[in-house]
């Protein structure tokens, strides 16, 4: 059975976003230099289906970022991505340079992209692991960049086919000068989500 969310349980889950995001800006901030803050996180609901459009306009737009397998006691799939627009203007912000498409992605485009995704995703699982006791092993994640479709397509089989939940968190980074947009996608096996709420009672 999927679950639901209500008024708290969406609180809940954006307070550990704020958490987890929280201290994934500050790490970051402190790695570059630049400034970095954010708006509060954005629950989204927990539809398999929708996530292509939620992440982009259109499922063949570009997006880039990393995607990690999660073991221990909320075993599930990970993942931080920029769309394209966005990614560009961290690029632009920490090298000063923004490649034209997926054929420009030489290894310090990638470089950027997995540092920063890393931190995110890496700093959210901690989070969760703070709040609930959850022991979480982060495999070493994978770099992607493709057509929004093609990126997902692969995390969400299971899901579309009830093995997951989905847990889509979108956030808005703010350097004084700039903007841009990403997303914490997280699919836990089906029935996780409740175990997760259980623990925070609620």
């Keep these: 059975m999927t679950t ?3 008024e708290l349980r969406t609180d809940a889950l954006r307070e550990i976003g704020n958490i987890g995001l929280g201290g994934a ?8 230099g630049v400034l970095f803050t ?27 970022g990393t995607v990690s397998r999660v073991n221990g006691d909320w075993p599930g799939e990970g993942a931080f991505l920029f769309p394209w627009e966005s990614a560009q203007v961290l690029w632009h912000i920490l ?13 310090l485009y990638q470089s950027v992209i997995n540092e920063v995704s890393n931190i995110m995703l890496g700093n959210y699982l901690q989070a969760i ?14 770099f992607a960049a493709d ?18 939940e989905l847990l889509a968190i979108e956030t808005a980074f703010k350097t004084p000068a700039h903007e ?22 609620i």
Aim: hydrophobic content about 45%; aromatic content about 6%.
């Design 4 to 6: 639901t969310l209500n």
């Design 25 to 32: 800006v500050t790490a970051l901030s402190d790695l570059t």
């Design 38 to 64: 954010l708006d509060t996180p954005r629950i989204h609901p927990m539809n398999a289906q929708a996530l292509p459009e939620l992440c982009c306009a259109m499922p063949e737009t570009l997006v880039v």
């Design 95 to 107: 090298v000063q340079m923004q490649p034209s498409g997926l054929d420009d992605l030489n290894e």
């Design 129 to 142: 692991s703070q709040m609930t006791g959850f022991t979480l092993h982060m495999e070493p994640p994978a």
């Design 147 to 164: 057509m929004a479709m093609a990126v997902l397509s692969s995390i969400l089989v299971e899901a579309l086919y009830g093995q997951r």
């Design 180 to 201: 841009f947009k990403g997303y914490f996608l997280y699919l836990p096996e089906t029935g996780n989500l409740e175990k997760l709420f259980a623990i925070l009672g």
